[in-house]
């Protein structure tokens, strides 16, 4: 039993979703089973690195340690540096007695590295509008088609936006996805403005009622100040129409490209007001700690997180949960 998606967005009216809603703990085991799979790889990779950290002697050698193979597990320098000078406060005071009592503390830590920012996506608008950023091969599109197709099924009607006109494929892969959900799709010719495409988009919307406008953008250009620009235009063209919009603009970040996701993120928050991330492909080759790096250090709340190419792949992040799944006891030899 996967999350009651109906909790996912601010304004879906949960008890007239469409569908019997899971338990708190059927939820939770949904969840904790794809991710736990999805980690199988970072835990690994921590464990290796843990397998030589003796955690009942807390002296400067054991922080150095710990430092190493937080970075290693792609948690970022900052943060890392952030979690180490809390555990060793922790561990001064008393807090920390033995290895169970460090594990513990440590996953109490790094989930509060996560913004603290509402994880739900705010489709209270009619229509609301959500902007998807992210470069190609991010599973940007994939992810709009996810999306739209949960919306389906709480009986919300989305309208896609095909706005990525300079990769045609992109295109075509964004329609295949209205056809399945069964949403229309607003598309111009191949090389189009991106602009025009959006500004018809809000405007089909609003004409035939639409709940919630997806609007994908591209994700290359020939410069990246191009594609920025880009971006900032596709936003000043929807903020005419309605100036509150875009209610969300969710970015999606490819977990296993590592720090590059982090440098991608940081240029996109730059260019437009991201509101969360989008994280994908955790089920790879991935380093868990790339999702504590980019929420703690560009404030960023984290709202979904991908585990694979299935509807139900895609799931709500949960802090606590993801650092429980990635520090586990197996960092303890267990």
Not at 213 to 219: E, K, L, Q, W
Not at 243 to 255: C, G, R, V, Y
Not at 292 to 319: M, R
Request: proline content about 3%.
């Amino acid at each position: 039993m996967s999350y009651n998606w109906a909790e996912v967005f601010r304004g879906v009216d949960a008890a007239a979703a469409v569908g019997a809603p899971a338990t708190r703990e059927e939820r939770k085991k949904g969840w904790f089973r794809q991710l736990r799979e999805g980690l199988t790889k970072s835990r690994r990779a921590l464990q290796d690195q843990f397998s030589s950290i003796l955690l009942d002697k807390f002296d400067e050698d054991l922080w150095e340690r710990v430092e190493e193979a937080l970075i290693y597990a792609d948690v970022g320098v900052d943060t890392t540096i952030s979690i180490v000078q809390r555990l060793e406060q922790a561990a001064n005071a008393g807090a920390i007695a033995d290895a169970p009592q460090f594990l513990s503390v440590l996953r109490a830590i790094s989930a509060e590295h996560f913004c603290a920012a509402d994880t739900r996506i705010d489709v209270t608008a009619q229509p609301a509008v959500i902007l998807m950023a992210g470069v190609n091969g991010t599973g940007k599109t994939t992810t709009i088609g996810k999306i739209a197709w949960h919306l389906k099924e709480l009986g919300k009607e989305p309208l896609l936006v095909a706005g990525d006109t300079f990769r045609a494929a992109a295109v075509e892969q964004l329609t295949e996805w209205g056809r399945r959900v069964g949403c229309e799709v607003v598309r111009h010719d191949h090389g189009s403005d991106p602009g025009a495409v959006a500004y018809d988009g809000i405007a089909a919307a609003r004409a035939r009622g639409a709940d919630v406008v997806i609007i994908d953008t591209a994700g290359r250009l020939h410069t990246q100040v191009n594609l920025m620009r880009e971006l900032e235009k596709i936003v000043r063209v929807v903020k005419k129409q309605i100036p509150e919009a875009p209610h969300e603009t969710l970015l999606t970040i490819d977990a296993t490209t590592g720090q590059n996701g982090l440098i991608q993120a940081r240029l996109f928050k730059e260019a437009v007001n991201v509101s969360g991330v989008v994280l994908t492909k955790m089920d790879g080759t991935a380093k868990g700690g790339i999702a504590l790096a980019i929420s703690h250090e560009l404030n960023v709340p984290i709202k979904l997180i991908g585990t694979g190419e299935t509807l139900d792949a895609l799931q709500p992040f949960d802090a606590a949960g993801f650092t429980e799944l990635l520090f586990d006891e197996s960092l303890l030899g267990q």
